[in-house]
């Protein structure tokens, strides 16, 4: 069965870096064609893609978040955690993590998402 | 790398069929075969219900189809139902690894 928690602070001040976590279970990031993402979704807002690591620690991100975001893997763990940096109101969003499928680049298991509210 | 286009809200009364279109460009949708769609209730994880422009995950309703012309790709629900009203949105593989979603859609069911 696969799952996928996200886990951080649900209060961050304007300038600080953001750290979440995400813990899997159900799959392996060592495995050939599987990817973890980031996608977050600001409230009544849409989607937005935001980074992807694969098995061999290939890291993929949005372009206009790009200076900003850091994504790694700790596969013995079953983690992937994404830092995004110098945090702004605009970032208050739900964040979620998400297995990615190379084979056909489709998100086929989330997580419940984590609310992430920036205001100082 | 630019939003895909989605209408901001679809709706029909149960037992008709719907169209949810998605447009984005001969970069993205037009490029690729690598559109998915995924349906959200309020409060809750996306869901994935197509994926390579047309194919359904084990789980998903046959009711639900996808298909790709050009640079748009549409989401089909057939004898709609009480429990499709939420919201849909599109992706798609935007070239240069990376990715892209659609506006979203919300579906209301009369």
């Known amino acids: 069965q696969v799952t996928l928690r996200e886990s951080g602070p649900a209060l961050v001040k304007p300038t600080q870096t953001l750290t979440l976590t995400c813990t899997f279970s159900?799959?392996?990031?060592?495995?050939?064609?599987?990817?973890v993402s980031w996608i977050r979704q600001p409230p009544g807002k849409a989607l937005e893609w935001l980074a992807l690591?694969?098995?061999?620690?290939?890291?993929y991100y949005n372009t206009s978040l790009k200076t900003r975001l850091t994504i790694s893997k700790y596969t013995s763990k079953n983690q992937v955690v994404l830092t995004l940096t110098n945090m702004d109101p605009v970032d208050t969003a739900t964040y979620y993590c998400?297995?990615?499928?190379?084979?056909?680049?489709?998100?086929?298991?989330w997580g419940q998402g984590t609310l992430v509210t920036v205001s100082s | 790398q630019s939003a895909l286009t989605q209408p901001a809200s679809v709706s029909g009364s149960p037992g008709q069929s719907i169209t949810i279109s998605c447009t984005g460009t001969?970069?993205?949708?037009?490029?690729?075969?690598?559109v998915s769609w995924y349906q959200q209730y309020p409060g809750k994880a996306p869901r994935l219900m197509i994926y390579?422009?047309?194919k359904r995950p084990s789980g998903v309703s046959y009711r639900f189809s996808g298909s790709k012309s050009g640079n748009m790709a549409s989401l089909a629900i057939s004898g709609l139902q009480a429990e499709d009203e939420g919201d849909y949105y599109c992706?798609?593989?935007?070239?240069?690894?990376?990715?892209?979603f659609g506006g979203g859609t919300k579906l209301t069911v009369l």
């Open positions: 998400a297995r990615f499928i190379d084979d056909g680049d489709y998100f086929d298991y």
């Open positions: 159900g799959f392996s990031l060592s495995t050939s064609g599987i990817f």
């Open positions: 690591i694969d098995w061999n620690d290939h890291k």
């Open positions: 001969s970069s993205d949708v037009g490029s690729y075969n690598l």
């Open positions: 390579e422009d047309s």
């Open positions: 992706c798609s593989y935007a070239g240069s690894s990376t990715w892209v």
